[in-house]
Each structure stands twice: as C-alpha cells, then as structure tokens.
C-alpha cells in the first residue's frame, strides 16, 4: 500500500478524536452559566463567546498580542513566581507553538507545494524550500525549537522528580505527558541522525526521508548530525524507524484533550479573559 494512504489513513481518524475530544471537554465548560444566554445549548454558547472574543479583539488588537505574548507563551506572571519553573514552562511552550509553525511551513512547502509545482510551473519557487537558500534557515529553526523543548521537559523532569518542591505534587498523568514529550523529542532527533547518516534512505525515497540537504551535514541540523555520527555503522529498518516514531505521535495527539496538556490550549483562554476583565 502506498505510504501516504497509511499515514492519511492514521491521521484522519486522529484528527477527529482529537477535535472530538476537544469539543467534549468544552462543552463540559460550556455547561456553566452564561450572562444573556443561560439556557442555550452547548453550541449557541460557543458561538456567542467566539463572536463576543472576535468583537473585543479587534477594539484593540494590539493590547492582546501583548496578553498572548507576554502572558501566554513567556508566562511573565510565572516569572515572578519561581525562575526555574519559568524557564521549564516558556521552553516547552515556546518551543512547542515554534517548532509547530516552522514544521507547517516546511511540511506544505516541500511536501505539497514541490508536488504540485510539477504539474503547476507557477509553484516552482517551492524548491527553494527544498533545496534552495530557504532550507537551511527551515532545517536550523526547526532544529533549535526542538532543541528548547527537549531541555524544557528535561528541566520539569528535574524540578519534579530531583527538587521536588514542597508543594508540588506528582500524579501518574505528569509522568506520563513528560515521558510521551522526551519520547517524541529523542525518537525525532534519532530519526534525523539515521537520515543524514544513511544517503540511501534519501535515496531510496522512504518515507520517512525528503531530500536532504548538505545543510543538513553541519551544524545547522546540530542534533541531527550529531547523532550522525554514530549512526554510520548502524542498520535499521527505516520504515519501521517511522512508524517508531509517528505511531506514538499520533497517540499522544489524541491523549491531549484528556490530558493537562489541555492547558496548553485553556490556559490562553483563562489568562486574556482575565486581563480582559482587569482591563
């Protein structure tokens, strides 16, 4: 079977319970009373909050990217609080919504856009992305996110498992979301490293590999090549090191909505609430 059905074929059913998980864990909260719509459903509610937040972004734009920024993603009141906590948090955070945009941009451009430009002569810039002045640029950035959000969930594994402050407390499921991210970090590292150690791979066209580049042979791709370097002498099936990797990446896809990962999402919410409501 063709590769990419199996991945479109894994996918599909993860996006759904992904965004079905989503929604029941909304419409939990959407149970609570709201001012002028108390007794309209779940999803009258939504759309009312979703209009209301759409009107109030747009009255000052500017003052919630400032929220977002600042509060959100750099946790500016969690600063204050406890450094190191600080610094585990921006890193994972920063480094997830980084490394997420960066991936994006880098999967539609040298995945569709390569495709379709031939077919399409007008998408021919594409290739820059691929193998023009563009790829290093994506390969490091994307490189460095990863990086930040491996030694986050390094720090959070120290904080919780070594300093143990007093008044934190550790559940199953803290375990469980930490060792999922350094699964997931360390499995994508070793999946470069196997790439650029083994040209073949690229060669060959396996799934796991696009075409990789001779910016992925220095220190641009740092983590990459690093593990290149003792990958040479090392054969491994290369699909199944994909499916080693994809097939947890998809599960812990669908784990976030039942998860605390779900502040990811909640907490920008809750924090530009408030400073709405102070403001």
């Given at each position: 079977m063709d590769k990419h059905l199996i991945f479109y074929a894994m996918f599909i059913p993860t996006v759904l319970l992904?965004?079905?998980?989503m929604w029941f864990r909304i419409s939990?909260?959407?149970q609570g009373t709201l001012q002028g719509a108390e007794r309209a459903p779940a999803g009258r509610k939504l759309n009312i909050l979703l209009k209301r937040g759409w009107r109030a972004f747009w009255i000052d734009p500017f003052w919630y990217l400032k929220v977002l920024i600042g509060d959100v993603i750099f946790h500016r009141k969690l600063f204050g609080q406890s450094f190191f906590r600080w610094l585990s948090h921006t890193l994972l955070v920063f480094g997830f919504v980084a490394t997420f945009v960066v991936d994006m941009i880098?999967?539609?451009?040298?995945?569709?856009?390569?495709e379709w430009s031939r077919t399409i002569p007008a998408l021919s810039f594409a290739h820059a992305f691929e193998t023009g002045s563009l790829r290093p640029f994506l390969d490091f950035f994307l490189?460095?996110?990863?990086?930040?959000?491996?030694?986050?969930?390094v720090l959070a594994m120290v904080r919780r498992f070594v300093l143990?402050?007093?008044?934190?407390?550790?559940?199953?499921?803290?375990i469980t979301t930490l060792i999922f991210i350094l699964f997931?970090?360390?499995?994508?590292f070793f999946i470069e490293g196997y790439r650029i150690a083994h040209p073949e791979v690229v060669a060959g066209?396996?799934?796991?590999?696009?075409?990789?580049p001779e910016s992925a042979n220095n220190w641009l791709s740092f983590g990459g090549y690093f593990l290149s370097l003792f990958l040479r002498e090392i054969k491994i099936d290369a699909d199944f090191l994909w499916y080693f990797h994809v097939v947890p990446s998809l599960i812990w896809?669908?784990?976030i909505p039942h998860s605390k990962l779900l502040h990811i999402f909640t907490s920008s919410v809750t924090v530009i609430a408030d400073r709405s409501k102070h403001k």
């Open positions: 992904f965004f079905w998980g939990l909260y959407l880098k999967g539609f451009t040298t995945g569709y856009l390569v490189e460095f996110f990863s990086f930040l959000i491996l030694i986050g969930c143990r402050p007093s008044q934190l407390r550790t559940e199953e499921e803290d997931l970090e360390l499995s994508g066209r396996v799934y796991l590999a696009n075409f990789t896809f669908i784990y």
